[in-house]
């Protein structure tokens, strides 16, 4: 027997603010709502646009630091698995959610309809993000200053 696979991977953007919470242990929790856009062709060649809403959840320090920089329309890439969950609502009736659970959330670009040249001024980060691993780059060195490497004669071999 084969194992299976969970992944989801989710572009789109904030549909409203992170809302950053903490578990009885401390645990920091963070809940982000977001929209995906698709574009398609129907049965009559008529292009039509259909959102969907997706509910991300990404727990400890990541969490922590994305809530920090995070805001509605704040466009996202995340890499995570899907989760279900059932639990009963307050009129007793038995309810299931299923929500993405990031283990990789990767800052896209800026909010929607704002220019990439305004955002990293606005965060105090790199465009290119570095929170969730995989996206972050070291900062461009200024030209003329030494980036720290040195020369050919400073390597041992």
Known sequence: MSEGLNRVLLLGNLTSDPELRFTQGGQAVLNIRMATNESYLDKDKVRRERTDFHTVTVWG?????LSKILAKGSSLFVEGSLRTSSYDDRDGNKRTKTEVIANNVILAGGKRGQSNA???AER???S???YGGGAASA????PGVDPGFGSDDDIPF
């Open 61 to 65: 320090k990541r969490g922590e630091a």
């Open 118 to 120: 305004e955002e990293p």
């Open 124 to 126: 105090g980060q790199s």
């Open 128 to 130: 290119g993000g570095g």
């Open 139 to 142: 900062p461009a060195p200024e």
